[in-house]
């Protein structure tokens, strides 16, 4: 399975930009990583195939995960951000059937070459 994330871009404290992920095949659980320079790879967000969510406590209120099962697509719905949400947006995706949402990037087999948000103050 193929992953393809776009909609990164600049944009000012404050304001929203909508992230998107098209997947070649289906996947189960799916979720947006970040990473900025000098630091890990974080997870940010994750949804499964069931549309259960779950967030990183620094962006929850602030973004919102979706998806389309049929169009096996996935989007990251980010408002109010900040320059501490600056980083490389990468989507992934699992093909193991899991009923809960892991946050951890090695439980991720497939992932998208990822997208420049840069927040400015």
């Known amino acids: 399975v193929q992953l393809q994330a776009s909609g990164g871009g600049l944009v000012k404290a404050g304001d929203s930009l909508r992230l998107s992920c098209a997947a070649s095949?289906?996947?189960?659980?799916m979720g947006w990583f970040r990473q900025s320079p000098g630091k890990e790879r974080e997870f940010v967000a994750g949804?499964?195939?069931?549309?259960?969510?779950k967030y990183v406590d620094s962006v929850k209120g602030r973004f919102t995960i979706s998806r389309d099962n049929g169009k096996n697509t996935m989007s990251l719905e980010m408002n109010s951000l900040k320059p501490e949400d600056t980083a490389v947006y990468y989507c992934?995706?699992?093909?193991?059937?899991?009923?809960?949402?892991?946050?951890?990037?090695?439980?991720?087999?497939?992932w998208g070459q990822g997208t420049l948000v840069t927040v400015s103050s």
């Open positions: 992934a995706g699992r093909d193991v059937i899991a009923y809960s949402i892991t946050t951890s990037r090695y439980d991720y087999a497939y």
């Open positions: 095949g289906r996947l189960f659980n």
């Open positions: 949804i499964s195939r069931l549309g259960t969510t």
